[in-house]
Structures are given as C-alpha cells and as structure tokens.
Nanobody, 115 residues
Framework: QVKLVVSGGGLVKPGGSLRLSCVAS????????MGWYRQAPGKQRELVAA???????NYADSVKGRFTISRDNAKNTVYLQMNSLKPEDTAVYYC?????????WGQGTQITVSS
C-alpha cells in the first residue's frame, strides 16, 4: 500500500519547460519501477517514461530527447523534466510505482501546452 503525491502541473507555452515530482510514502520495500503516464482527451492512457530499479530508462518515442526521468531513492521520489513542450503534450499526467505485483497510482495533474 503506497501513496503517491504528484506536484508540478500547470499551463505552459509551446517550447517551455515544466518539472513534475512524485513522492512515494507508506509501506515500501522496494520499487521495481516508477514511471509517468499521460492521458490526452479522447485517447487511452500511455506510458511516457519509466525508470527501473536497475536504473534503465524507457521513453515514449514522442518524448525522446525532450523529457528526462530521474529518481532520488533516498527520498522515494521520481521526477519528470519536460523540455521543448508541444501542444500535443497536453494531457493529464499520472505517476505510477510498481513493486512486485502491486501497482500504485498518484493523482492526475493537468499539463496544458498552449499559446
């Protein structure tokens, strides 16, 4: 049972940057992976970026070179640095943590990229 608290959403102009933070608390033994998902209007939720316990990273093709996922294990926190934002990045973003068969979700935060 893990609680994930997300911060950092908001409105930004195209080409701008934002950083999301996700802090995990509760009963935590280890995370196999933590990551970020997003859901745009009319679309299914998709994986944006993930980082495994071994440090490997995975990004959606649409964000490669623009987004960077990182973690602070001591603080049980994962970050998503989003640069060169595009209108198509507009979505509700969610934090996810996986440990064994358990998958936990944080609250959604709205990212809007608009002129």
């Amino acid at each position: 049972q893990v609680k994930l608290v997300v911060s950092g959403g908001g409105l930004v102009k195209p080409g701008g940057s934002l950083r999301l933070s996700c802090v995990a608390s509760g009963t935590i033994f280890r995370f196999d992976a933590m990551g970020w998902y997003r859901q745009a209007p009319g679309k299914q939720r998709e994986l944006v970026a993930a980082i495994t316990g071994g440090g490997s990273r995975n990004y959606a093709d649409s964000v490669k070179g623009r987004f960077t996922i990182s973690r602070d294990n001591a603080k049980n926190t994962v970050y998503l640095q989003m640069n060169s934002l595009k209108p198509e990045d507009t979505a509700v973003y969610y934090c996810n943590a996986r440990s064994g068969t358990m998958s936990s979700w944080g609250q959604g935060t709205q990212i809007t990229v608009s002129s």
